[in-house]
Every structure is written in structure tokens, then in C-alpha cells.
């Protein structure tokens, strides 16, 4: 519907195991985002992605790691993960430009994600 | 620090009543507003933005008010309809950069 995709929409994983999220979009973008959704919380912002270069890394742990190939992919690799990272990931993408401070975020359904 | 809050954490209003929705920002040099909408199972839609040289604007059956004077920021729903039924976030940025600060999420509840 927003021209943002992302897969699985559902994930269960242990501990242990590794896991990758992957998030496109179709909007011809140049800036891609992902957030984690909790329960109560508000959106807290993990990682930024301008023109396939990180930007913003808000002090998220080194269990996630993102990686952006192009400008239309965005993934979200897992690993030793914490029950207490059982949330929505939300991927969200932009047009950002120097002179243009309008910034409406265009965002995924997101994956729920649950830790065992 | 930045911070967005919403006074407000649950709305229930009656099918065809007008809603407002309120958000406080405590950030002055924030430049850039926005309110998503969030129904259940998906991700945020965006429904009305508002740069803060701007005091009113308005959309389809949505008029978003800013208070930049007591940094208040308000989302009016013309004729609620049960559809609309959703989580309400606010989102806050400086006109440079792209880093929205998102408010904790309002409940409006539509009764038919």
C-alpha cells in the first residue's frame, strides 16, 4: 500500500539463531530508516541510511547490524538476540534533499518479531 | 533533550462527533511536524505534515493546528468515522536532517 515491503511479517527465533529482515521500496527514495516499536514505547529510531551511507546509529546494540546495498533495499541482520528484543520493526524510506526539510517517512508494516 | 509527549493516551468519541487529538513538543528549534495514523497490524500512514512558519493547514476531513507560543501541536478529525479508529502519533523534527522524534501514540476509539 505505501510502496514499502518488508519480510517476514511474522518471525520467531531463539537466542541463538541468526535471522536477517529485509526491507524494499518502491517510492524511488534515497533515504531508508529502521525503527523498533515496543509496547507502550514510542518509536525509537535504530538506524538512518542516506544515500546507502549509515548517518545515524542511535546507540543500538551490536546484535543488529543493518546493511543497505542500494538505495531501494534495507536489511536488518540478528543475531544472540535478547528476549527483550521481542518488538515490531518498522522500516520506513524518504525523499531527503539539502534544501527540502519536509521529510514525511514512509513506512513498511513491519515485522513482529518474538525471541525465545 | 527532544522529547514529544501526547496528553491524551485514550479518545473515545461518538461516529460523526469531530475529534481532537493533542501533542506537546518541548523542543523549540523543531521545524518540522507530522501526524501518522496507525491501525492495527500496520505500519504508520502518514496523514498531515506542518512546518512551523505555519500556524493552521488543512486536509481531507484533518486540519492540524500549531502553537509554536506554548509548543502545542493539536489534530482536528472532521465526522469521525469508525475507520478512523486508530493509534494517532505525533513526530517532531528541525528543518535540517531527518531524524523524526516520534510521541508515545494516542488511542482514538470511534463509537457507532
Known amino acids: 500500500e505505501t510502496g514499502v515491503t518488508q519480510t517476514p511479517r511474522h518471525l520467531v527465533m531463539g537466542m541463538t539463531n541468526k535471522k536477517s529482515l529485509k526491507c524494499e521500496q518502491h517510492?524511488?527514495?534515497?533515504?531508508m530508516y529502521w525503527y523498533k516499536q515496543s509496547a507502550k514505547k514510542p518509536l525509537e529510531l535504530m538506524f538512518v541510511?542516506?544515500?546507502?551511507?549509515?548517518?545515524e546509529n542511535n546507540s543500538v546494540p551490536s546484535r543488529f547490524s543493518p546493511e543497505c546495498p542500494n538505495s531501494s533495499h534495507l536489511f536488518l541482520h540478528l543475531h544472540t538476540l535478547q528476549p527483550e528484543d521481542s518488538a515490531l520493526y518498522l522500516c520506513?524510506?524518504?525523499?531527503?534533499?539539502?534544501?527540502?526539510?519536509?521529510?514525511?517517512?514512509?513506512f513498511g508494516p513491519g515485522t513482529r518479531l518474538t525471541v525465545t | 533533550g527532544e522529547s514529544v509527549g501526547l496528553h491524551l493516551p485514550t479518545l473515545s468519541v461518538q461516529e460523526g462527533d469531530n475529534s481532537i487529538i493533542n501533542c506537546a513538543y518541548s523542543n523549540s528549534a523543531s521545524d518540522y511536524f507530522i501526524w501518522y495514523k496507525q491501525e492495527s497490524g500496520k505500519g504508520p500512514q502518514f496523514i498531515i505534515d506542518?512546518?512551523?512558519?505555519?500556524d493552521k493547514r488543512q486536509g481531507q476531513r484533518v486540519t492540524v493546528l500549531l502553537n509554536k507560543t506554548v509548543k502545542h501541536l493539536s489534530l482536528q478529525i472532521a465526522a469521525t468515522q469508525p475507520g478512523d479508529s486508530a493509534v494517532y502519533f505525533c513526530a517532531e523534527k528541525g528543518w535540517v536532517g531527518n531524524k523524526l522524534v516520534f510521541g508515545a501514540g494516542t488511542i482514538l476509539r470511534v463509537k457507532s
Open positions: 506542518i512546518r512551523s512558519n505555519m
Open positions: 517510492l524511488g527514495h534515497n533515504a
Open positions: 520506513a524510506s524518504s525523499q531527503v534533499s539539502r534544501t527540502s526539510g519536509g521529510n514525511e517517512q514512509y
Open positions: 541510511y542516506n544515500f546507502k551511507e549509515q548517518t
